[in-house]
């Protein structure tokens, strides 16, 4: 059943006639044949649009089955796609892959029950109305699609959902003086900052997922203040370094709200304590090696996840920043390819470089209406969005990869091999996060020139 139902989807040139179009046959020779050629006698033909394809059900294709279901949800009382609608409804309908399309429809209720909503109106064509939505997923894929196709206004979604989490924040705080201080730090500093960073480009996961923890920790301290019978403008240097000393790392994060409230005055004659920074755990050169012959020859693992942990043992690039590359960070030609990590493009070695190659031309979620021309290495599932750096370190970690300890890992073999300023240079690191690598390793290049320094003969 399965090679007769192969045989229907097959899609090439008839070795016998030249025929391009469907193959469901094979000659002596084992090459494939058209209907014609084979005297296969199948109808492929779509009565619809009349071309060979791929048949959902009998005489139609996947793509005029695909059309006729987002016609039927976005069509208004009047049977008719209104103009504003149109975008989405094209590039829906245009999807590489229909059948794709079809099964996320109609396997997803919500899916078509959003769509049916937006064609009659019952759902207005605002970011308000979608914000009264329950929150899912699905509401938010479809919100971004309607922004890829200029259905609705950009608008960051990090940003919007910082807002929209603080507010929420807010009305759980039963202390008016609590509620205030937190609402001023949250809309005047990290607010503030992440509309600006939304200015010059797109504000990262790792930006948002901050803002929210720091404001967490800085409510969690206004909460302890009040249990010790303190309020915020008696706080005092007993309290900071009691309340550090006493909890989880994560509580260091409120250096960023002691230094907001000291500017504001909140809190005066205090010394706020630097970050206690631990060396990292790291792993060592023979695993290192292993893990990188393990995904060079991984079968199953997604081909994206395998370059990931690849730019981390080879490059010791960060998570964050390999999420977020771009399709004009690699360059390929017929000889070699090259990426640019910094100002500088650097060779990639083999068999790495044929398994980039091979990634850039089968790129995932790029056949479907999210992402038909995405600018990025790694597009993501959202539409407009690349992946995010956790799937990147939940998978990486399933395989026995610990992205951190791994680039730590990689960094300590990297500064035994070429000078730490050079190495910062070619891989984009700042220098002091390379020089610190170089100590810990025990690198001989720490009195190495640095590039623009002079060197005077003795």
Not at 333 to 357: C, G, K
Request: glycine share 6%; charged share 20%.
């Amino acid at each position: 059943m399965y090679c007769y139902q192969a045989a229907k989807r097959r899609v090439g040139t008839c070795a016998d006639c030249g025929h391009q179009g469907m193959t469901p046959g094979r000659n002596d020779a084992g090459q494939p044949t058209c209907l014609s050629c084979s005297h296969i006698p199948l109808d492929l033909t779509c009565h619809q649009c009349g071309i060979e394809a791929w048949l959902a059900k009998k005489n139609t294709c996947w793509a005029c089955e695909l059309k006729t279901l987002i016609t039927s949800l976005l069509a208004g009382p009047d049977s008719v796609v209104r103009p504003e609608l149109i975008p989405l409804a094209t590039a829906l309908a245009g999807m590489q892959r229909p059948n794709s399309g079809v099964t996320w429809i109609r396997t997803n209720p919500k899916v078509a029950t959003l769509l049916s909503s937006l064609g009659n109106g019952d759902l207005p064509l605002n970011h308000a109305a979608f914000d009264a939505l329950p929150k899912s997923q699905t509401v938010e894929y479809v919100r971004e699609l309607l922004i890829e196709h200029a259905v609705l206004p950009f608008r960051d979604r990090y940003v919007a959902g910082y807002e929209r989490w603080l507010a929420t924040k807010l009305a759980d705080l039963q202390d008016i003086e609590q509620r205030q201080v937190i609402e001023q730090f949250g809309r005047w500093h990290h607010l503030r900052r992440l509309r600006a960073q939304a200015a010059k480009a797109p504000v990262t996961q790792n930006a948002f997922l901050h803002a929210k923890q720091s404001t967490t920790v800085a409510t969690s301290f206004l909460h302890w203040l009040q249990e010790r019978g303190r309020h915020i403008w008696a706080c005092s240097q007993h309290d900071i370094d009691s309340w550090l000393s006493a909890g989880p790392t994560t509580r260091q994060q409120i250096d960023s709200f002691l230094c907001w409230a000291v500017r504001q005055r909140l809190i005066k004659g205090i010394k706020i304590p630097t970050r206690n920074y631990r060396g990292s755990p790291h792993i060592e050169e023979g695993r290192r090696l292993d893990l990188l012959r393990m995904l060079l020859l991984h079968e199953t693992m997604p081909a994206d996840h395998r370059i990931a942990g690849c730019l981390i043992l080879l490059f010791g690039q960060p998570i964050q920043r390999i999420a977020r590359m771009r399709m004009d960070h690699v360059k390929v030609t017929a000889e070699s390819v090259e990426l640019r990590l910094s100002r500088e493009w650097i060779p990639v070695p083999e068999p790495f470089a044929t398994l980039l190659r091979a990634y850039l031309g089968n790129r995932p979620h790029m056949n479907t209406a999210a992402n038909p021309d995405s600018p990025w290495l790694f597009p993501g599932g959202m539409p407009r969005q690349p992946i995010t750096p956790q799937m990147i370190a939940t998978r990486l970690s399933r395989e026995g990869l610990p992205p951190l300890a791994a680039r730590s890992g990689t960094w300590l073999q990297l500064v035994r091999e070429a000078p730490p300023s050079v190495l910062a240079q070619a891989l984009g690191i700042h220098p002091i996060t390379a020089m610190r690598h170089a100590k810990l390793a025990g690198a001989d290049f720490l009195s190495y020139p640095r590039p623009g320094d002079s060197i005077v003969d003795g």
